[in-house]
C-alpha cells in the first residue's frame, strides 16, 4: 500500500559510513590477521620446501659418494694392460689387480673386460650362498673366474676358474654352453661410441637378486670395454636415515616409477608372474602412501609438492629429479604426515580464531543494525528492479530514504523503468510485424510518440550509397506527411543529415528556412499542425558501421540533450529493423539465385530436358492460384499464405534437382547398345572381321580343292546372311520396334556366331575394366569368341551406399536392380521396346530419389520445411503404383498432386527436345485424361486444369502457335473422368 510520506530530514551517506567503518576496520584487522596466518603457513611451506631440497641434495651426495670410488677405479683400469692381452694366460697375470678392485669397494660384484673379437674376461665375488648355489661353488671358493677366448679354428671357448681367497687355483670347468658375446651387450655398444663412463639404469642382477648398476668404459687404447657390476643397495640404507619426521617415507624410482632405493629394503624386490625377482614398483607398494602419491602427482620428472589424503590422513608430498654419476631421469619421493608437521602452526591459527570469533560477536549485532537502516530502502528498491527483471514495467517505483544517495537512486530507476517500458513497446511493435516495410513505418511511429515530437521523415541510403532516399513520412498521430520529399544528395556537406553522419550522433538545429531548403523540406510546416522550431537528425548505423538511414524529427520547442540522447538510443532499433530488411532481401536473392543456378544447370546438362525446370514452376503457380481461388468443389478450403506461396516456388524449381546426379548417356541413351558411345561399331567391325575370315576359310578351300565356282557361291551365300544378320541388330538397335519372340529367338541364333580374336582385350584399358575383366581368368589366344555376349565385365556392381533397403530414412518403396548398370549385349539388345534396360530405367527414375535426399540435407526454415514432400511427389500416381514412396492421393499434398500435373504437361507439350516434338494441345489433354482414368494423375486437379484454363494460359505462354489447336474440354469432364475419384 502507498505510504504517505512523512516530513524527514535527508542525511548524508558520510554520517552512516563514519559508524560502519568501526566495523570495516575490525574486518580489515580480521583480514590482516588471517593473511598472518597464511604467511606463517606459507613460511613453513618454504621452510618444508627447503628441508625438502637439502635431503634432495644429501642424497644425490651419498649417491655420488658411492658411484663415484667406483667410477674412479674404472679410470685406473682402463690403463691396465688387460684391456690389450692378446691371450687368457696374460689376462689371468692380472687378477690381483682385480681381486683388488673387489676387496677395496664392497658394493663392485663383477669386474669383467669385452675385446673387439668377441672374446671376455670376468671376475666375480661368491661370497654369498646364492652365487654359490647358482655355480655349484664350493664355500672356499672366493672368486670366480668366467672367460670366453677364441679358438684357432675360430670357435668360442667358454671356462669357469675357481679361485680362493689367495688366488689359488681349485678347479677348471670347461663350459661349452657359456654362449655369450660381450659386443651385443648395451653396456659395451653404448660405451664404443664415447670415451667417458656409461652407468645403465638400475636393474636387478640375475645371479646375486641384488639391484645395481652396470658402469662401463672404452680402454684408453679403444681395444676393449672394461666394466663393473655395482650394487646401490647401501643407498636404501642412506635414503632410510634422512627421514625427517618420525612416520615419513623416502623412495627413489626410475621414471617409470621402478624402484631404486626404499627406505624399507624388503619391499624393494618382489616376484613376478614368471617367479623372477624383480624391482617393485611404486604403484605396487603395501604402504598406500608414496604409491597415492605417485598416481596423483604422476610421473613427470618437474619439482612438484602436493597434499594428499590416504585413509583419512593428510601428507605432504614432494617429487623432483634426482642424478648421480651418469644416471639420469630418477626422481626422489618424499612424505610427511601432515599432523605432525602442521602441529604448531595448526594450534596458533586455532588461537587466533578464537579472538577473532569473540571480536565479531562483540561487533556482529551492532553491525547488523546498522546495515539494516542502510540497506532497509535498497531492500526495497531491489524488490521494484527483480519486478524489472522480469519484465514487470507497470507499477511505478515508490521506495524513498532518508539517505540522499538512496532517495536519487530510487528516482533513477523510477526513470529507466519509463525508457525501458517505452523501449519494449518498439520491440514488440518490431517483433509483432511481419512485413519490413509496414515495420519501418510503424518503427518511425514508435519513436514520434516515444519521444514526444511532432513529426518525423525516415530515409534510407540508395543501393550505391550516394544519396538518402526517403521512405516513409509521418505525423504524430500517426497519419504520412502529406508533401513530396526529395531525396539528399550526401556530397551535399552543408546539409544537417549530412552533418550528422559525419559526427555519428545526433544533431540539433532550430527549423530555419535555409536549414529546411537544404533538405529540400520548404514546404514541411504547411503540412504540420504546429511550425516546428527545431529539427533533431539522428543517424542510423549497422553492427559494421555503414551508414543505412537517418531519422529526422521535428518538435515545436527546444531539443534538450536527454531527448537527443534518447533519440541516438531509439534510433538503433531503427537500425536492426533497416539492416534486418535488407539482410533478409539480400538472403532471398541470394537463395533464389542459387535455385535458378541449379535449375539452369539441370536444363543445360541435356538437350533433352530444354528448359523443364523452368516451365514446370510457371505452370505449378497457375494450378495453384486456381485452387486458391477457387469458391466451390474440392478446392473450396484450399488457401495459401504468402509462406506456402514461396514453399510451391522453391520445390517447382527444385523438382528435378536430382537429374544432375543423373548420367548423360543414361538420360540421351538413343539405341539400346549406347553407353558413352554406341556400342553398334563394335558390332559391326566384329561382322566385318567375321566375313574377312569367311574369305579367308573359302580362298584356304580353293587351294585344296579345283571347285571354284562351288566356294565362291558358298563365301558369297554366307556374306550375305552376315550383312542381312547385321542389318537386323541394327534395325532392333535402335529401339523403335517391338521384339517379339521369333526376333529373339534369331538374335539368340545370330548372338551364337563366332569369330576369332588374336589380341589381348585386356591391354590399354582403364583401371577399372581390367578390374571387371579380371573376374575370369584370360583366355588363351587366339580364341574364338561369340558375335553377342554377356560378359561378367559388363555387370557393375552397385555400391552399398546406393542400397535401398525396407525401413529407410526417407520411406523409398522402389525394386532396385541387383548392378548399378548391365552392358551385356544380349541383355540390352533383348529389351522388347526402347532402348532401356531396368538398370537404366532405376537410374533415370533415381533422379527423385536424389532430389529428396538432397532437398532433405538443406536446412530449410520452418516454413520451408514441405519443400521436399512437394518436390519430391511429382512421379506418384494416385493408386499407389508411383515412385519412390509409392504414395496413394490421400497420402500427397494437394500442390504435390499439382506438381505432377503440371510436370507431365510440360514434357508432353516441350518442343525444346530433339528426340520427340511436342504434343498438340488436344493431344496433350487427351492423353492425361487417359491418365486420370488409369488413377495415375488427380481427378480433381485435371479437372481444375481445365476449368480454369490454366492449360490455355500456359499454352499461350509456352507452346509454339502451331501446336495450339481446339480443345473440347467437356468431352474431358464427362463423367467417365469425374467419377474417379
Known amino acids: 500500500m502507498p505510504h504517505r510520506k512523512p516530513k524527514k530530514r535527508l542525511i548524508s551517506v558520510q554520517s552512516l559510513l563514519i559508524i560502519s567503518s568501526v566495523t570495516l576496520a575490525l574486518i580489515v584487522a580480521g583480514t590482516m590477521l588471517t593473511l598472518g596466518q597464511h604467511g606463517v603457513n606459507n613460511a613453513l611451506k618454504a621452510a618444508l620446501e627447503e628441508q625438502f631440497n637439502t635431503i634432495g641434495m644429501m642424497v644425490r651426495e651419498r649417491a655420488r659418494r658411492l658411484t663415484e670410488p667406483v667410477q674412479s677405479q674404472l679410470s685406473i683400469l682402463i690403463h691396465d694392460q688387460i684391456t690389450t692381452a692378446p691371450d687368457l694366460s696374460t689376462r689371468l697375470s692380472r687378477l690381483p689387480v682385480f681381486s683388488e678392485v673387489l676387496k677395496s669397494n664392497s658394493t663392485i660384484r663383477n669386474v669383467y673386460v669385452g675385446y673387439p673379437n668377441g672374446e671376455f674376461f670376468l671376475i666375480r665375488k661368491t661370497d654369498t650362498d646364492l652365487i654359490r648355489s647358482s655355480f655349484d661353488l664350493k664355500r672356499t671358493t672366493a672368486y670366480l673366474v668366467q672367460t670366453i677366448t677364441q679358438d684357432v679354428d675360430g670357435s668360442k671357448v667358454g671356462e669357469y676358474r675357481l679361485y680362493d681367497a689367495d688366488l689359488h687355483l681349485q678347479e677348471v670347468r670347461q663350459k661349452p654352453d657359456y654362449i655369450y658375446d660381450p659386443r651385443e651387450r648395451p653396456w659395451y655398444k653404448a660405451s664404443e661410441k664415447t670415451a667417458r663412463s656409461v652407468t645403465s639404469s638400475p636393474y636387478t642382477f640375475f645371479t646375486s637378486q641384488k639391484v645395481g648398476v652396470t658402469i662401463s668404459q672404452r680402454s684408453i687404447s679403444a681395444s676393449s670395454i672394461v666394466g663393473f657390476d655395482a650394487t646401490i643397495e647401501q643407498l636404501t640404507s642412506e635414503v632410510k636415515s634422512l627421514q625427517m619426521i618420525p612416520g615419513s617415507e623416502i623412495a627413489i624410482t626410475e621414471m617409470d616409477g621402478t624402484l631404486v632405493a626404499y627406505s624399507d629394503l624388503s619391499e624393494l624386490l618382489t616376484r613376478n608372474a614368471e617367479g623372477e625377482l624383480v624391482r617393485q614398483n611404486i604403484l605396487s607398494l603395501p604402504s598406500p602412501i608414496l604409491s597415492t602419491a605417485a598416481r596423483k602427482m604422476g610421473m613427470s620428472s618437474d619439482y612438484q609438492h602436493d597434499v594428499i589424503d590416504v585413509m583419512g590422513e593428510e601428507w605432504v608430498v614432494s617429487s623432483r629429479p634426482l642424478e648421480f654419476g651418469t644416471v639420469t631421469g630418477a626422481r626422489l619421493l618424499l612424505a610427511v604426515p601432515a599432523d605432525k608437521l602442521f602441529a ?16 565479531l560477536a562483540l561487533f556482529i549485532p551492532f553491525g547488523i543494525l546498522v546495515i539494516r537502516q542502510i540497506t532497509k530502502p535498497l531492500r526495497l528498491l531491489s524488490k521494484d528492479v527483480q519486478k524489472l527483471a522480469s519484465f514487470d514495467f507497470n507499477h511505478p517505483i515508490s521506495v524513498s530514504s532518508r539517505v540522499r544517495e538512496a532517495s536519487e537512486l530510487a528516482d533513477t530507476v523510477e526513470r529507466l523503468r519509463i525508457t525501458i517500458f517505452r523501449f519494449l513497446e ?53 497519419h504520412p506527411m502529406e508533401m513530396d520529399i526529395p531525396s539528399v544528395p550526401l556530397s551535399q556537406q552543408d546539409s544537417l543529415l549530412v552533418r550528422a553522419i559525419t559526427k555519428k550522433g545526433a544533431e540539433n538545429v532550430s527549423a530555419s528556412w535555409q536549414e529546411l531548403e537544404q533538405m529540400g523540406l520548404e514546404n514541411v510546416k504547411e503540412a504540420l499542425d504546429e511550425p516546428a522550431s527545431h529539427i533533431l537528425a539522428t543517424p542510423l548505423f549497422n553492427r559494421s558501421n555503414d551508414l543505412v538511414g537517418i531519422i529526422l524529427l521535428f518538435e515545436t520547442e527546444s531539443i534538450d540533450p536527454t531527448l537527443m540522447r534518447f533519440a541516438e538510443a531509439l ?64 478446392f473450396e478450403d484450399f488457401s495459401l499464405s504468402r509462406d506456402d506461396w514461396e514453399s510451391i516456388h522453391v520445390a517447382s524449381w527444385l523438382h528435378d534437382c536430382g537429374k544432375i546426379t543423373t548420367p548423360e548417356f543414361v538420360i540421351d541413351k538413343a539405341t539400346k547398345l549406347e553407353t558413352i558411345y554406341d556400342r553398334i561399331h563394335e558390332i559391326r567391325m566384329r561382322v566385318e572381321v567375321m566375313k574377312r575370315e569367311a574369305e579367308i576359310c573359302s580362298l584356304r578351300n580353293v587351294l585344296k580343292k579345283e571347285d571354284i565356282a562351288f566356294d565362291e557361291t558358298t563365301l558369297q551365300a554366307e556374306l550375305a546372311q552376315l550383312d542381312e544378320d547385321f542389318a537386323f541388330i541394327a534395325r532392333f538397335n535402335q529401339g523403335g520396334e517391338y521384339l517379339d519372340e521369333s526376333k529373339q529367338d534369331r538374335m539368340n541364333a545370330i548372338a551364337q556366331k563366332t569369330w576369332t580374336r588374336t589380341l589381348d582385350d585386356r591391354l590399354g584399358i582403364s583401371h577399372e575394366e581390367w578390374h571387371r575383366k579380371n573376374r575370369t581368368a584370360p583366355a588363351v589366344l587366339p580364341v574364338t569368341e561369340p558375335l553377342l555376349a554377356d560378359k561378367p565385365e559388363h555387370l557393375f556392381e552397385r555400391p552399398e551406399s546406393e542400397a535401398l533397403p525396407e525401413g529407410n530414412p526417407w520411406g523409398f518403396k522402389m525394386e532396385v536392380p541387383e548392378y548399378l548398370y548391365h552392358r551385356g549385349e544380349m541383355h540390352n539388345l533383348s529389351i522388347q521396346r526402347g532402348t532401356l534396360t531396368p538398370e537404366d530405367r532405376y537410374k533415370i527414375n533415381e533422379h527423385i530419389v536424389q532430389t529428396i535426399k538432397m532437398l532433405d540435407k538443406l536446412p530449410f526454415p520452418k516454413h520451408l520445411r514441405n519443400v521436399p514432400e512437394l518436390a519430391g511427389g511429382h512421379h506418384e500416381k494416385m493408386d499407389g503404383t508411383g515412385y519412390p514412396k509409392r504414395l496413394t492421393q490421400h497420402e500427397m499434398s494437394p500442390v504435390a498432386r499439382m506438381m505432377a500435373v503440371a510436370d507431365i504437361f510440360e514434357a508432353l507439350t516441350a518442343v525444346d527436345r530433339p528426340y520427340k516434338k511436342g504434343k498438340m494441345l488436344s493431344e496433350a489433354i487427351k492423353i492425361m485424361s487417359f491418365m486420370v482414368e488409369n488413377q495415375h494423375i488427380d481427378p480433381d486437379v485435371f479437372r481444375l486444369f481445365l476449368e480454369s484454363k490454366a492449360y490455355l494460359i500456359y499454352a499461350h505462354e509456352y507452346m509454339n502457335p502451331d501446336q495450339i489447336d481446339t480443345v473440347h474440354i467437356a468431352d474431358f469432364l464427362s463423367s467417365r473422368n469425374s467419377e474417379i475419384r
Open 344 to 359: 604448531s602452526t595448526r594450534k596458533i591459527i586455532r588461537d587466533q580464531s578464537i579472538v577473532i570469533i569473540v571480536i
Open 426 to 478: 518498439i520491440n514488440r511493435t518490431i517483433a509483432a510485424e511481419e512485413d519490413f516495410n509496414t515495420l519501418l513505418v510503424k518503427t518511425l511511429d514508435e519513436i514520434i510518440a516515444t519521444t514526444e515530437t511532432q513529426a518525423g521523415v525516415l530515409y534510407l541510403t540508395d543501393n550505391e550509397g550516394k544519396a538518402l532516399v526517403p521512405f516513409a513520412s509521418r505525423v504524430q498521430n500517426g
Open 571 to 634: 534510433s538503433g532499433s531503427a537500425a536492426v529493423s533497416v539492416e534486418a530488411r535488407r539482410l533478409i532481401a539480400a538472403q532471398r536473392e541470394l537463395f533464389e539465385s542459387f535455385i535458378q543456378l541449379i535449375a539452369g544447370a539441370i536444363d543445360a546438362k541435356s538437350p533433352y530436358t530444354g528448359g523443364h525446370c523452368a516451365r514446370v514452376p510457371e505452370l505449378t503457380k497457375l494450378l495453384a492460384k486456381a485452387a486458391a481461388e477457387a469458391e466451390s468443389g474440392p
